[in-house]
C-alpha cells in the first residue's frame, strides 16, 4: 500500500514538474498555442473519423459476401 502511495505521489509530482517546465520553455503565446493544439486535434479527430468510415465499409461489404455467397 505503502509503494503504490508513492508511486502516484511520484506521477504528481513529476506531471506538475513536466508541465510547469512546458509552459516556461512554450515557444508560443498561450492563445497561440491553444489555437495549434485545437488545429492538431481537429485534423487528428478528422482523420480518425475518416479511416473509421472506410473501414466500416470494408466490413459492410465483407459481411454482404458472407450473408450472400452466391452473389460474388
Do not use: H, Y
Not at 511520484?10 to 514538474?17: D, E, T
Not at 503565446?29 to 480518425?48: C, D, Q, S, V
Amino acid at each position: 500500500m505503502r509503494r503504490t502511495i508513492s508511486f502516484f505521489t511520484g506521477v504528481i509530482m513529476g506531471g506538475l514538474v513536466g508541465a510547469t517546465i512546458a509552459l516556461l520553455f512554450a515557444p508560443d503565446a498561450g492563445t497561440e498555442l491553444r489555437g495549434m493544439l485545437r488545429e492538431r486535434a481537429e485534423n487528428f479527430t478528422g482523420e480518425i473519423r475518416q479511416a473509421v468510415g472506410e473501414r466500416r465499409i470494408e466490413l459492410q461489404e465483407r459481411l454482404d459476401i458472407l450473408r450472400n455467397p452466391s452473389a460474388e
